[in-house]
């Protein structure tokens, strides 16, 4: 079967196509990756390279070594990818030692994965344990408002918890465990990726000060519609405060407590303060 016959590389297109349309993806703004199941793997088996030279992930992840991934093409444009698959994207294998990658498909006219590989493979490597392995997308955008409210609200998980579960009513049901928070910190490294993959722990969402947020999830849809919630909720919140300086009324903590008996999530407390 031909890679892009499979149905894990349209979904993987597809979400790019749509970060594209919603304007999170300016430039070579943003990156995906897609953990492959072992049972793709084989059914595309006949296009993957067997050689490649080693390209080092700059840090180590042992836990994912064997594992093949379909990532964004370092400096390529997620506007490209539906026009020009094969040569913006890439399937990679993560050797023995955790610590190398190999290209075995893709990015036909040259290029390395994306310069974000650290933290999408520590993020991959936390949520396939904390898991048991559902969990397989990983996805890093620059989503307009939620970048926007990294320069007004404080920097903490509680508070931008908060205002975005207070922003639209689905929203702790959707992201119940909350949201994590990164201070502003150079990208591209494994200091950031540390970081965000100690906050990947607990959360699904992690949002990177001054820059975008990073969605995990099981699937295309579902790592793509925890984004479009939170950068929705974000726009509700700047319109928000862009009108007055404090809400006339809101959702109060004991109707989160209500809102989770009726949906059957667990909203842990430490975001239901009193303010
Ligand atoms: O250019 O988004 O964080 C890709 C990025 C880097
Ligand atoms: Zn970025």
Sequence with gaps: MKVLDADFAKGFIHLC????????HER???????????????????ELNEKGPFLPIGTKVQELAGEYFMVTGSGKYFGNVPLEPENNIAIIQIDQSGENCQIKWGLCNGGVPTSELPSHLMNHNVKKRVTDGSYRVIYHCHATNIIA?????????????????EAATECPVVFPSGVGVVKWMIPGGRE???ETSKRMEEYDVVIWAHHGLFCSGEDFDQAFGLADTVEKAAEILVKTLSMVSQKRQTIQPEGFRQLARAFQVDLPEKFLYEK
């Design 17 to 24: 196509e749509s970060g594209f349309k919603r304007g999170w």
């Design 28 to 46: 070579n703004g943003g990156n995906l990756s897609y953990r492959i199941k072992p049972d793709e793997v084989e059914r595309i088996s006949e």
């Design 149 to 165: 409210l990294t320069f007004v609200l404080p920097l903490k998980d509680e508070i931008f918890t908060r205002e975005l579960w």
């Design 192 to 194: 950031i990726a540390l």
